[in-house]
Each structure stands twice: as structure tokens, then as C-alpha cells.
């Protein structure tokens, strides 16, 4: 299928590895030019250039989305580089773990500036120019915590349903001007980010055994999802939140 995306400029945030990057690539593929951004130079530099290496059209533009100012310039940048973005991918890492009663002020608002205020702030500038061309994607890669919260994973239960209440009353705001918002929740994938937090292979036998699918997800499969979100196909589709989990998430 032709997903009617070729010459359209995307933007994807925490693109240096993992899922952004994967989302990169998968965009890349189908024929968008890409602005990739995450906070360090030389891992992104290596990301675009994997991309140009295969074909694609990339450039790369550092900034932190935890910081506003950032997240300005990162707009103008793409701006000047590639045109507007009419698909934005808003990722990056996940807050720090901790548990309901051991967070701090300060952790709190940390996990506010990087998880719910990068995707708003990514959202609101770029909507401008979408609402101008009547035609525009915007992806926030999630997790499935906002389906089943984590005891360990505060600051995402909290910050992730947030971001996934904004996405839906964006959504209704745009959906006459051509321009869609969803969500993506990734299940357990099998990032660099993953295999950290596992002290040991059993810990990791035992959490593979409860996924019905019995493995980890690729970022691929996170990234194929997310590109048909940004395709032409995908025009009807909005407001949504679309848990890529192998079945992990016990719920309806
Ligand atoms: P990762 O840590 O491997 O990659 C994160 C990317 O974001 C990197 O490119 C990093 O440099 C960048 N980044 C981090 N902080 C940033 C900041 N402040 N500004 C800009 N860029 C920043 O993560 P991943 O495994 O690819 O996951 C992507 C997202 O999906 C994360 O938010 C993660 O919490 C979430 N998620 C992942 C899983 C999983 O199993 N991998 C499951 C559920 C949800």
C-alpha cells in the first residue's frame, strides 16, 4: 500500500535510537523527508546519517523537549531546513520510575516539563501550519501504562494519561480541518532503554511469559504502526489511542 506520504516533511522527537528512530526510518521509507531530534549530536548525527545511508531524506536537529525555549527553536530550525512539519512524531524518553509516595516536587515537575508539556508544546506549534495547509498527522508515542498503570511507573500513569486527555480534546478541535491526533502505546519493546532495566535473564523469561504474544516487541512493529497513523489512509482515524502490546494489557 502506498501510504501517500512521499515528499511530506516529518518531524520525530527522541529519534537517536529505540522507537523514534525506528519511527524515522519507517517514515523515511515511505518517501517523507525527516527532521530527527533528541537532546545529543553525535547519536543523532549517526541516525540521520543511517537513513541518508538507505536512501532517505534526513536532517538532524538537537534540541531537549523537557525545555520550552527548546522546543521553539527546534520549530524554526525545521522551518528553515525542510518546510513546516505536517506529520509530528512527539517522543522521547520515558519519566524516571518511582513509586506513588516517594516522589518528590522537583521529580513531579520534571516529569510535567518532558511528558505532558513536550507534547503539548510540540503540538501547539506546529499546528499553525497544518491548520493552514488543512492537512496534518500528530503521533505521541505513549505506553501501554495509560491502559493498565504500573506501580513502578508514577510519572508515566500520570503524565501519559494526560497527554492521552489533550490528544482527544485536540482532536475534536481539528478534525474538520484535516488534521488528526493519536496516540501510540507501546508494550514491552525491545530497545537499548529495555534490556536496562532487567538485573537479570529470568527477570526477563518471567515478563515474557505473561505476554500472550510470548516475546518483546520491535520497534519496528511500534513504527509501522505510528506510519500508517501519519498516512493518507489513516485520514479518518483520530482521537484514538492504538496500544501495541502483543496482548499484554489484560483489559477490553
Ligand atoms: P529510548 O530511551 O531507547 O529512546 C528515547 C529517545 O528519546 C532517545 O533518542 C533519547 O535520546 C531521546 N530523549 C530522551 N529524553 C529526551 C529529551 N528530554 N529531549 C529530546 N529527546 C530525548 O526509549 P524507547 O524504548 O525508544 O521508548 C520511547 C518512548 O516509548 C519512551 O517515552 C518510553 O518510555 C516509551 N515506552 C517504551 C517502552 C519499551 O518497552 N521500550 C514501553 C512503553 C513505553
Redesign the pocket.
Known sequence: MDLQIAGRVALV?????????AVAEGLAAEGARVVL????EG?LEQAVARIRHSGGEAVGVP????RAEQIAALLDETRKLLGDPEILVA????PPPGLADQLSEDDWAKGYE?TLMSAVRLATAALPAMRARKWGRIVN?T??TVREPLDSLTL?NAFRSAVTGFAKTLSNRVAAEGITVNNVG????A????EELFEDEAAKERLIEIIPAKRFGT?EEIAAVTVFLASQQAAYLTGQTLIVDGGAVAAL
Do not use: F, H, K, M
Open positions: 522527537t527522541g529519534a537517536s535510537q529505540g522507537i523514534g528512530l531530534s533528541a537532546r545529543r547519536p534540541a531537549d523537549v523537557s517522543n522521547a524518553g520515558g518532558l508515542i505506553s501501554l508515566s507501546p508494550g514491552y519493546t530497545t537499548e532503554r529495555l520497534p
